[in-house]
């Protein structure tokens, strides 16, 4: 079965602190995975796209990273802000082109940042 | 610029009354879907299109339909609305070269 597995549910940090998200997925075949941003009361914005081939790709403060063989991924969030409270969501998608039933979502991590 | 729009943005109902909710997008766009955001479960695809007049059921379709006359809306309909269906509704779209997609705003949805 195609799932997604995303750990913590939720986290707390002090603004300024780093943290990492997991998403570890059983999707197959493996086309791309994506990293979302939900801000409370707003629909999801999307951060990354990862391919099979790429191991790491950075927006500003945001890392993510993947390794197809164990198929996990982490999202590295540098120096948080408050403005980075919220949900994110790892979206797996099964093949490239997306198509609705090609994608499975994660139930996301809630994220708090603290001043 | 374009966006996607989603109204009412806010809705209560009673059980067994007809809900129609809106979505709107400007991107031209073919591909237009609605999810349900309930917790625990994070997103679960109800309905789905390619293009106008296609539509495709999602994973939780039972007791919604959607129809699709345009490019630019895909409404989505509640036929009798049951408690169960109290959530927070998106409509997302996407372009036939990319499986990003665009979400809108959300309807938040209870049902009495």
């Known amino acids: 079965k195609n799932q997604v597995e995303q750990s913590p549910q939720s986290l707390i940090i002090l603004e300024g602190k780093n943290c990492t998200l997991q998403?570890?997925?059983?999707?197959?075949?493996?086309?791309?995975l994506r990293w979302y941003k939900q801000d409370t009361g707003r629909g999801p914005v999307s951060l990354t796209i990862m391919t099979f081939s790429e191991n790491t790709k950075s927006n500003g403060r945001y890392t993510a990273t993947l390794d197809a063989d164990t198929k996990q991924s982490s999202l590295h969030i540098t120096a948080s802000q408050l403005s980075d409270s919220a949900s994110y969501i790892c979206v797996v998608s099964r093949y490239s082109g997306g198509g609705a039933d090609g994608l499975t979502f994660g139930k996301g991590t809630h994220l708090i940042i603290q001043p | 610029d374009a966006e996607i729009t989603q109204s009412p943005r806010h809705k209560i109902t009673e059980t067994g009354r007809q809900v129609t909710l809106a979505c709107h997008q400007t991107w031209n766009h073919n591909n237009m879907f609605w999810y349900r955001q309930d917790l625990g479960h994070g997103l679960r695809l109800i309905h789905y299109s390619y293009g106008v007049q296609d539509t495709n059921k999602g994973e939780v379709s039972d007791g919604y339909s959607v129809s699709r006359s345009n490019t630019e809306d895909l409404p989505l309909t509640l036929e009798s609305a049951a408690s169960s269906q109290t959530s927070v509704y998106f409509c997302a779209s996407r372009s036939g070269s990319s499986n990003e997609q665009f979400f809108g705003p959300g309807t938040r949805l209870t049902v009495l």
């Open positions: 998403c570890n997925y059983t999707v197959s075949p493996f086309s791309n």
